[in-house]
């Protein structure tokens, strides 16, 4: 089945950038989407269709996807993003949605 | 704003049947949108069930499908999840959502539920 890869943990000072990769098989080929979820909390979902943004969530939030790695990037960082970000794809191939094994946004 | 919410027994003995039921609130369950259930072990990532249209058409994930089973109510605006043959590795939070009428996300989620297999 199709994988979608995440590094564990990304650590980013306040006012910073963080950039979290999810790692697949031509995932650009793919739309992706991406959640945020905090601790004992359902994800929400911060952007989809690869780059879109739901209502309601910052402009600081914006996502690329090409070739090999979908990228969600969060401009400014402030402590409210400490959580687990998670990415997921419709893959056609083995019928089913993935995600992404997560990482955790660390803000020092 | 739609609103979600998961209801069942939180533990359940092992070979048992897990059964949940997702309440939707301010929305209703037969407009065009897929209604699924994700899962989330506890300190692992998410896994997709499965989702069921209002018609009662479904749609489960290949490793899970022979123990699957799903359900709606459009009367109750409500659906319902059955897990057969439960084992330890079946403990994990169960969220029901809601999956976008134009887009393969899932834009609304229930708080979820912690459902523990054990004897």
């Known amino acids: 089945s199709y994988v979608l890869s995440q590094p564990p943990s990304v650590s980013v000072a306040p006012g910073q950038t963080a950039r979290i990769t999810c790692g697949g098989n031509?995932?650009?080929?793919?739309?992706v989407h991406w959640y945020q979820q905090k601790p004992g909390q359902a994800p929400v979902l911060v952007v989809y269709?690869?780059?879109d943004r739901p209502s309601g969530i910052p402009e600081r939030f914006s996502g690329s996807n090409s070739g090999n790695t979908a990228t969600l990037t969060i401009t400014r960082v402030e402590g409210g993003d400490e959580a687990d970000y998670c990415c997921?794809?419709?893959?056609?191939?083995?019928?089913?949605?993935?995600f992404g094994t997560g990482t955790k946004v660390t803000v020092l | 704003q739609v609103q979600l919410q998961e209801s069942g027994p939180g533990l359940v003995k092992p070979s048992d049947t897990l059964s949940l039921t997702c309440a939707v609130s301010?929305?209703?369950?037969?407009?065009?949108?897929?209604w699924g259930w994700i899962r989330q072990p506890p300190g692992k990532g998410l896994e997709w069930i499965g989702y069921?249209?209002?018609?009662?058409?479904?749609y489960y994930n290949p490793s899970l499908k022979s123990r699957v089973t799903m359900s709606v109510d459009t009367s109750k605006n409500q659906f319902s999840l059955k897990l057969s043959s439960v084992t330890a590795v079946d403990t994990a939070v169960y969220f029901c959502?809601?999956?976008?009428?134009?887009?393969?996300?899932?834009?609304?989620w229930g708080q979820g539920t912690l459902v523990t297999v054990s004897a």
């Open positions: 959502a809601r999956r976008a009428t134009t887009s393969s996300c899932f834009d609304d």
């Open positions: 031509n995932i650009g080929s793919k739309t």
């Open positions: 069921i249209y209002y018609s009662g058409n479904t």
């Open positions: 997921q794809v419709w893959d056609s191939t083995s019928g089913q949605y993935v």
């Open positions: 301010d929305y209703s369950i037969s407009s065009t949108n897929w």
């Open positions: 269709d690869d780059s």
